[in-house]
């Protein structure tokens, strides 16, 4: 069974900067494409960023494009977002999510992602 725990949430003042972990346990997600989405209340899940498992290409959404960047320790199973000049907006839980083993390419849809974490909460003060 693999299972995904999100840390490093948590509250800051906008221009700051957090960075959130993903580890993952129950076997290696090396074959697995993974994500970074976000939620709000009374809002859809948000696709953030993406990593393929091939290549390592990376991929974010334009309202967090040259802030975050989306990276992977495969030898540690730690997938990583670190999210630099936070704003108000940035404000969410935060998941991460695995796709199938060797799925081709990344998705920026949730539906295609297979596992989940439980979520980090992420403040933004203004």
């Known amino acids: 069974q693999v299972q995904l725990v999100e840390s490093g949430g948590g509250s800051v003042q906008a221009g700051g900067s957090l960075r959130l972990s993903c580890t993952t346990s129950?076997?290696?997600?090396?074959?697995?494409?993974m994500g970074w989405f976000r939620r709000t209340p009374g809002k859809e899940r948000e696709f953030v960023a993406a990593?393929?498992?091939?290549?390592?290409?990376?991929y974010y959404a334009d309202s967090v494009k040259g802030r975050f960047t989306i990276s992977r320790d495969n030898g540690m199973n730690i997938l990583y977002l670190q999210m630099n000049n936070l704003k108000f907006g940035d404000t969410a839980v935060y998941y991460c999510?695995?796709?199938?083993?060797?799925?081709?390419?990344?998705?920026?849809?949730?539906?295609?992602?297979?596992?989940w974490g439980q979520g980090a909460q992420v403040t933004v003060s203004s």
């Open positions: 999510a695995a796709r199938p083993a060797y799925a081709s390419g990344i998705s920026y849809s949730g539906d295609d992602y297979d596992y």
């Open positions: 129950g076997r290696t997600l090396m074959s697995n494409s």
């Open positions: 990593i393929s498992w091939i290549g390592g290409s990376t």
